[in-house]
């Protein structure tokens, strides 16, 4: 399939992202996405020189200060630094020729790191007083989507947004269920903001809010540009390999989809259990 990519991701946490693209230029697999578990580098220049199709995610290119990016946070300081590191991004995008920019839609409340635990790559919060921070943090999410669709037109980038899911942080995360997408839709194109329909994220989504995963992509349709694939157990957010005959097969075959990218999303994995995955496509 010449729209399944591999995400960098599948290596261990904190190493260059040369790691990732050795091994997969060593297998022949030239689409490739650059993902957000890799240190800081002060040029990512090189990654040009790889006869690869490209696409980024999220925190990509790695900044020399860690944060994590929340453009719906209330503090304007930590919003202004995801969007500049966002528009930092799309520049990168330009730079390789990459097809696509992905990221978050950002959280109710800022998280204070990333789980450390290879079981669940949820983020960790203390603050779990979130009611009354809802419809603040969807606004300012908004406000921020406007900023970075105005900026990807005037790069003549593609930008994505990334579905949200989680069982045990549902109430700290935004954009998981079919209502608040009809609220964004009330804003955005599909020519403005494409969707990447995270498989992961909607099986525990429409779990923790009893919504029917059918149901919810008939109503994305128009907006899905992208697939970010991996298996769960519909408790915890584990980036695994997909398995066969899994309910995932029927989203991934729909021919509504066939043009999508199809990403492989998959954490602390080996090589060869990403070529299985591929053989069953």
């Known amino acids: 399939m010449n729209n399944l990519y591999v995400s960098t991701t599948f290596i261990r946490d904190k190493q260059k992202i040369k790691v990732a693209l050795d091994i997969l230029k060593s297998e022949g697999i030239k689409n490739v996405e650059l993902g957000s578990n890799h240190i800081y580098e002060r040029n990512f220049d090189y990654i040009k020189n790889y006869d690869f199709n490209f696409l980024v995610h999220n925190y990509f290119p790695t900044p020399k200060n860690d944060f994590i990016i929340n453009i719906a946070s209330s503090n304007k300081k930590i919003r202004d630094r995801s969007l500049n590191q966002i528009k930092k991004s799309i520049i990168f995008l330009k730079k390789v020729k990459a097809k696509i920019y992905t990221f978050h839609p950002g959280f109710i409340s800022d998280p204070l790191e990333v789980n450390k635990s290879k079981k669940n790559y949820d983020f960790v919060w203390r603050n779990k007083k979130f009611k009354k921070k809802y419809d603040l943090a969807f606004n300012y999410m908004i406000l921020s989507l406007e900023k970075i669709v105005n900026f990807a037109k005037k790069n003549r980038a593609r930008v994505a947004i990334e579905t949200e899911g989680s069982l045990k942080k549902k109430n700290l995360l935004l954009l998981q269920t079919p209502e608040e997408y009809q609220k964004l839709f009330n804003y955005f194109t599909p020519n ?60 991934i075959n729909d021919l509504d989809l066939s043009k999508t990218y199809k990403i ?16 069953l496509f």
């Open 192 to 251: 403005d903001l494409g969707i990447n329909l995270n498989i992961g994220h909607l099986n525990l989504a429409s779990k923790a809010f009893k919504f029917s995963k059918l149901e919810f992509i008939k109503s994305l349709k128009p907006y899905i540009i992208a697939l970010e694939l991996s298996h769960n157990n519909g408790i915890d957010d584990q980036h695994l390999p997909l398995r066969k005959n899994k309910w995932y097969w029927d989203i």
């Open 264 to 279: 492989l999303e998959f954490r602390n994995t080996n090589i060869e259990k990403i070529k299985k995955v591929i053989k």
